[in-house]
DNA sequence: CTGAAAGCGCTAACAA
DNA sequence: TTGTTAGCGCTTTCAG
């Protein structure tokens, strides 16, 4: 235990040398003579000196630490954006604070309020379910870029984003060209995300003319919450064909479910996901879905982060990036004695 | 954007008070009057007044905060063992920094002492790839306990990991009693964990009279991991019934390779994991597996180190927790055929 | 109950 | 090149 860690000052009086040097030195200032610097650099080794980053941070009036908020660490779809933000954090030379909310809003804004009082220099918030309202205060405080979302708009929020309405059409028109009629969505609640999807679903439907087809089952974007609407749908008489879900999780539910009923996929029924965790690529699991480009997702949120904290008054930009339909095991043609026209 | 956020001093002087009182009335102190603190209150929510965490972490000389180390955000694995530990360092009025090292020692080492700069009052790692040396070092500095790991001690080190020697013993043990001889370990690489695991593997397979089968395969903690491990496996003459993986990432991936050859699982080949993820136990996966008390593990962490923050001088202890076998879907009896004593 | 003053560890002018 | 002097925003004695 630490009694008393180092200071600089300590460090000062055993190189013999005063404060202000000893500072220039650690952080590796060209005007400090080569004699100092070793002096210096010799007595913080001896006495395991660590700077106070605390003492930094007030002094210096900036942390050199950016925050960033996860909806929830148990999706892996969110350590993949955050592999993305990580590196190009560390290539800033920024550290990060990493914090979730659970999918609470409550607890969402507590956190963020928690990261502006460290004084991050910026905020990164990979999906959310805060108010607007709470987002556009806190981006007034500090800059402030959303992944996956960009319904909440202002002077300093930049946000990151496919197009989930475009991403959900893939996902239909995918099974409409395999064949398939009877396409249930499974919906992932009331979030924003989830209302494009399902909004996207609807559209394609409509487009196909299955709109009378069209079928929404409230779920939620996990796998428990992809489940139980699976379950409802296998009870739908007839019974369909094929299942878009909100997302990757919430299809490995539904492909759970059908199993249980003694079904099999995709023979009796095709399951698409989305997001494009690459969980989903294992053969074991091998999940049609719409896949998001995540690691670039989370450098680009990074990226757009810097650049507003280096020109703060840059206007506001809105990402978009593709996502792509990835064909896998999960979905095939329907069987013909379940195609209406077979 | 913020241009000169308000102080504490700002608050005062808009309350008409002093800095001290807006201190006290701030942290809920009782020793503040009813009308101060109304109005202090008051003026700091027009302010929109943020206690900055530095200054208050400089002039307290404690930052309220402990820092956790987790190996690898991919597996969901830890997101578990975090939700234990956050909920517990919340009630105790912490704040958590979190970080990832990405299984790479250099990049641990460097998050950790990120962490003790910014003065965590105490540090939790889940599951590392630390050296020793370098893990005591810290442990000098801050208490410390380990998650998953006891082989490093030290004066203040607590940890808290199941036997995972027993653990694999009981996977073992699970697959001889449904009957499998040939059974081959996928061992997750050289890392602590993963030599236990293998150690527990071999002498479960000696105490079964098994010893002359014994086959340990490498691979890796990961999907990708087993996946190859597993191929590598199936290629054995005469091939495996049943493989134990070093844990339920690399199952996964062990799975998908059995399907790839167009095997089945458990048909043709059983497959037991090791962790007790909440997604094997889905049945889309259904996966056979040694579990850990995930969640409990990370709760009982955070209280050793509290309570270690609070007595900085109590005996380190090493707890252990059990682990259990969870028998699903991914193991069965071996076919007839490939039965030894059919 | 309230206010003044000192100082946490560091950085940043400014002098020397 | 180096040392001195002010703070950064907050908590904490210690007097009133």
Redesign the interface.
Known sequence: ??EA?PTIHDVAARAGVSKSLVSLAMRGSPKVSERSRSLILAAAAEL?Y??????R??ADRR?HTVGVLVLD??N?V???I?DGV?SEVRTHGY??????GGADPDLEQAEL??L????VEGLIVIAHRLPGSVLRRIA????LVVVTRDDVTGP?IDTVRNDDVAGARLAVEHLVALGHRRIVHLSGGDNRVSQDRRDGYLEAMRTAGLAGQSCVIDGALT?AGG?SAAQQALDLEPRPTAMFAANDMSA??A???V??RGLGVPGDVSVVGYDGM??GA?????LTTVAQPLGEMGALAARRLFDRIDH??RRSVRLRVDAALVPRGSTAPPRRSDHPRG
């Open positions: 235990m630490s860690r395991g660590r700077p106070n980053a605390a003492a941070s007030l942390s660490l148990h892996p969110f350590a993949e955050l990580q550290s990060t604070m990493l914090v979730t309020e928690k502006l009082e460290f004084q007034k405080e500090c800059p300093s796998d489940y490995l539910g492909i759970a479910a199993q249980d690459s969980l294992l053969r074991t699991l091998s703060p008054r």
